[in-house]
């Protein structure tokens, strides 16, 4: 929450208002090096107001995690900040429909490329993956999907880049969908639903489902 609140403070101070009361802001034609940036103290005063104490073990793990993701901040200011880029958006709302479902989300950054590209990224807090499985990829290629559906995302170009920004190795995991790809994916995701829909919760136990499953202790079926 903290990058996408300081993305969203340098689009305000990158943006030039229009004449027209019924048009939006612009973003200044500038080069990397003119681009305005909150500084790197602004970035910590926001992740002090962002941080939440709650859900930890005890006060000795609340620290220690307030101080790893202040030391994360730092390390990405100073990667970024002869090299910013405005984001053409930020937690960007969508509805889309698969079949005859409904299926709503946010994406978490969109940007332009200099060839007129979009790259989709997608902030992780976890530890990089020295290579991603196809689930792994399921949630941006459904954002791929999304660009397909919604016009608005439709005008902006065609995703050229899908990346994982994995914040603690400061490392950028990316790929791009081909279409066979995405129609696999509508059609997984239509039978999720379908299962839903008609109340089937069947066990389907993996080491993956398992392993992040809060019931696994009590479960019959687990691995």
């Not at 990397?32 to 926001?46: F, G, Q, R, T, V």
């Not at 609340?62 to 101080?67: I, N, V």
Request: aromatic share 12%; glycine share 4%.
């Amino acid at each position: 929450n903290t990058l996408l609140h300081f993305y969203s403070r340098m689009k305000e101070l990158n943006e030039v208002q229009q004449v027209s009361l019924f048009d939006k802001p612009i973003p200044k034609k500038t080069s990397a090096d003119k681009i305005k940036s909150p500084s790197l103290d602004e970035l910590l005063e926001m992740y002090n107001k962002d941080w939440i104490e709650d859900w930890y073990r005890d006060e000795q793990q609340r620290e220690l995690y307030f101080k790893k993701g202040k030391e994360l901040l730092k390390l990405f200011y100073s990667k970024n900040e002869n090299n910013w880029n405005i984001p053409a958006e930020l937690e960007k709302s969508f509805r889309i429909k698969i079949g005859p479902y409904l299926v709503k989300g946010r994406i978490d950054r969109i940007d332009k490329q200099p060839d007129g590209g979009i790259e989709i990224i997608d902030y992780k807090t976890g530890q990089s993956k020295d290579k991603l499985t196809a689930e792994d990829k399921e949630q941006l290629l459904t954002y791929q999907i999304v660009f397909e559906q919604v016009r608005e995302l439709k005008d902006l170009g065609k995703p050229t880049k899908l990346t994982f920004y994995y914040l603690e190795d400061d490392l950028r995991a990316s790929f791009i969908g081909e279409p066979k790809d995405l129609e696999k994916l509508e059609q997984k995701l239509l039978g999720i639903m379908d299962k839903i829909y008609q109340k089937n919760f069947t066990a389907t136990p993996s080491q993956f489902a398992c392993g992040f499953c809060d019931f696994k202790e009590i479960c019959e079926y687990r691995v």
